[in-house]
């Protein structure tokens, strides 16, 4: 089945997942048996039952014993109630059997690297023995922080070195730490809008006053506007992306480089999203950081939507505040396992990452164009839409006003989850837009889910 047997798992993982999500609806399904699995696929009986055990652990089906294993019921009309939060909803049911989730949010579901950063991380522990007294590293292992700096080096007058980089758990513990390094608590920040819902809880949290950036017609920024809120609002942080939304994978490219102008005459705090700058269609597009004055600017990003769930860390690119930025590490004592941020690192330097890149980014273009066709053929009547710059999902906005939240429910009930846009804004906008992934597993029956999809918008019209 594998010609390299310590990923065989994988294989029967996924083999499990796609009977799960085959299984009937609303009912408890017997899966096959160790024995049975292991001789159809030609693997030993441990390798299932480990592949087993993930299932389990993710609450994606269920042991008895001296019965085996079975599906777990799926997503029912009971569940979703009207009053329930949409993100607490996704987080309980969209890994329930049966579920088309179309709202994914990672673009590493059509193509990882796991594998490749599983095997590396092998090799190294068997070169790096644990040490008896580890090397204190707080701000992330030098290899990885040197790696990533090289990446973001491009010319002389964009040049940065191990010490500009910190390494953290994650996205939203890295976003935390310059709120606190900052002192934003209680202050006035400026976001791009539509706005990831993230990003958007983390704020919330912080008390702070979140200001959404107007925008006109085309999606270019409104600098009348901006100039307007920066001078009467206070804006202690402006939140924004690269190259693409990291919600519509649309670039405001005529305008990015005065918006630049303008937050550096007003000596804005820019802290760029770069979270799916690297999955923009076009590599060589300007980032906005090569506008910024760099004495205003941090980065932030993640591994995770480049390379897969196994690297989930994020991480922090700052020329300044390094005292500060180092106190707010040191007291958040982030625990990221140094042997795999060596992996990643070895990654990065070998050249696998940027070829990989290379490939998932025409990968996602062509879904994106699969689902921007089917998207024509069964919803053309019903949704609005314009091609993304890059990411993994469209961003559709109803022809006629909709009670998206009701098609959500209604969708819910069939087994079919979308994102509506009131989750990517706090002040009530997008009310008839919907987010559309085309990063998910094509197996399923794409063509079905969309005409549910167009029944709903007909039955939920206002």
Not at 61 to 75: D, E, H, M, Q, R
Not at 95 to 109: A, E, I, K, W
Not at 309 to 327: D, F, I, S, V
Request: aromatic content about 8%.
């Amino acid at each position: 089945m594998n010609d390299r047997p310590y990923f065989a798992y994988q294989a029967v993982y996924r083999y499990l997942n796609r009977l799960v999500d085959n299984a009937p609806c609303g009912s408890v399904t017997k899966l096959p048996s160790l024995r049975h699995l292991a001789l159809r696929l030609k693997v030993s009986v441990s390798t299932v039952q480990y592949a087993y055990c993930l299932l389990e652990k993710e609450g994606r089906v269920c042991s008895i014993a001296k019965s085996g294993y079975f599906t777990l019921p799926s997503v029912d009309g009971q569940l979703a109630g009207a009053g329930e939060d949409v993100l607490d909803i996704l987080h309980c049911y969209a890994r329930r059997p049966g579920m088309f989730v179309l709202s994914h949010d990672d673009p590493t579901v059509l193509m990882s690297l796991d594998s490749s950063l599983l095997v590396l991380e092998r090799e190294l522990n068997r070169q790096y023995p644990r040490r008896a007294n580890p090397l204190f590293q707080p701000f992330g292992e030098l290899e990885l922080r040197t790696a990533v700096a090289d990446r973001y080096t491009s010319c002389a007058m964009h040049s940065w070195c191990s010490d500009n980089v910190y390494i953290g758990a994650d996205l939203r513990g890295i976003l935390k730490i310059v709120l606190n390094a900052l002192a934003l608590r209680g202050g006035t920040v400026l976001v791009e809008s539509p706005c990831s819902w993230a990003i958007l809880r983390v704020l919330k949290s912080f008390d702070i006053r979140v200001i959404e950036m107007p925008v006109d017609a085309s999606h270019c920024v409104d600098l009348g506007g901006v100039n307007k809120v920066l001078t009467d609002e206070g804006i202690g942080l402006a939140l924004l992306p690269s190259r693409v939304s990291t919600v519509n994978g649309l670039a405001p490219i005529e305008n990015r480089r005065q918006l630049a102008d303008l937050l550096n005459r007003h000596g804005v705090w820019v802290l760029e999203d770069d979270s799916q700058g690297e999955l923009c269609f076009d590599p060589s597009a300007e980032r906005l950081r090569d506008w910024i004055n760099p004495r205003r600017l941090m980065v932030m990003s993640a591994f995770d939507k480049l390379i897969g769930p196994e690297a989930p860390y994020g991480y922090l690119l700052c020329k300044h505040m390094r005292m500060e930025l180092q106190r707010q590490f040191l007291v958040r004592s982030f625990s990221v396992p140094p042997i795999r941020q060596k992996a990643i690192a070895r990654l990065h330097s070998s050249g696998r990452l940027e070829q990989h890149l290379i490939d998932l980014r025409h990968l996602l273009e062509d879904r994106m164009l699969a689902l921007a066709g089917l998207l024509k053929e069964h919803l053309g009547a019903r949704l609005r839409f314009n091609l993304p710059s890059g990411g993994s999902a469209i961003w559709a906005e109803s022809n006629r006003p909709v009670n998206m939240r009701r098609v959500f429910d209604r969708l819910l009930k069939q087994g079919v989850f979308i994102t509506p846009g009131e989750v990517f804004s706090l002040q009530g906008l997008h009310q008839h837009n919907v987010r559309i992934s085309f990063a998910f597993d094509w197996s399923q029956d794409v063509a079905k889910a969309l005409v549910s999809l167009d029944l709903a918008l007909r039955q939920e019209r206002l």
